[in-house]
């Protein structure tokens, strides 16, 4: 019953180094979505995506890519990090249907020194 | 666009005394609401929801009621426990696009035995 996975949980990158976060979700969920969460500033959402081959920018999109080349896969990549890029992220899943909830992995913390 | 205010944190309570977390929202039509909780190093679950006006949602002695008419959707718990030391989010989904949650800064709670 893994629900929604992240890989890795924790990462240090270098200013200017790359990395993708992963996301595995196993519910079958058409939307799913990438935020960071900041002390203070609660969830932001910064990109999202309504099926296989979409995606579209949230609300902090800059500095990120994303992809969806497959249902159960949603990355998030940072080009070239900076420390403003400092944070957690989490992925979410959801059913295409109204009213229903959000289901969420577990995070990935990262530092860009 | 869409929005959510929380009260500020830290909130500390006794074990058993009452608790209130004030959340407000702003948003077009009817949108659905949540309550997610973070324990910590966690990700967030669901803790409860409401879909329209006057709904209570309820899990583990917590209950929020959707009130449309002050927009407002006050978490509750009668009686706390030490169990319960966490943050909560509160969150709002819209029915239409690309139904992303919308949150509040979150409430860190803190109970003392």
């Known amino acids: 019953n893994a629900g929604v996975t992240q890989t890795p949980k924790f990462r240090v990158l270098k200013t200017g180094q790359s990395m993708t976060l992963l996301c595995a979700q196993d519910m079958n969920h058409e939307y799913m979505y990438w935020y960071r969460q900041d002390p203070g500033m609660g969830l932001r959402l910064i990109h999202y995506?309504?099926?296989?081959?979409?995606?579209a920018k949230g609300e902090v999109p800059d500095g990120y890519n994303v992809s969806r080349l497959k249902k159960q896969n949603f990355l998030l990549g940072l080009e070239s990090a900076a420390p403003s890029q400092t944070s957690v992220y989490f992925c979410a899943s959801r059913t295409g249907t109204e009213n229903t909830e959000a289901f969420f992995g577990q995070g990935t913390r990262l530092t860009v020194v | 666009g869409d929005s959510v205010t929380q009260m500020e944190g830290p909130v500390t309570l006794s074990e058993e005394a009452f608790l209130t977390i004030n959340c407000t929202y702003t948003a077009t039509g009817y949108p659905s609401l949540f309550w997610y909780v973070q324990y910590p190093g966690e990700g967030l679950q669901l803790l409860l929801k409401a879909t329209k006006a006057d709904d209570k949602g309820s899990n583990k002695g917590f209950e929020a009621t959707y009130r449309k008419e002050t927009t407002s959707f006050h978490l509750e718990k009668g009686s706390v426990q030490v169990s319960d030391s966490a943050v909560y989010f509160c969150a709002l989904s819209a029915l239409t696009g690309r139904r992303a949650l919308t949150f509040g800064s979150g409430t860190r709670l803190q109970v003392q035995p």
């Open positions: 995506s309504v099926g296989e081959g979409t995606t």
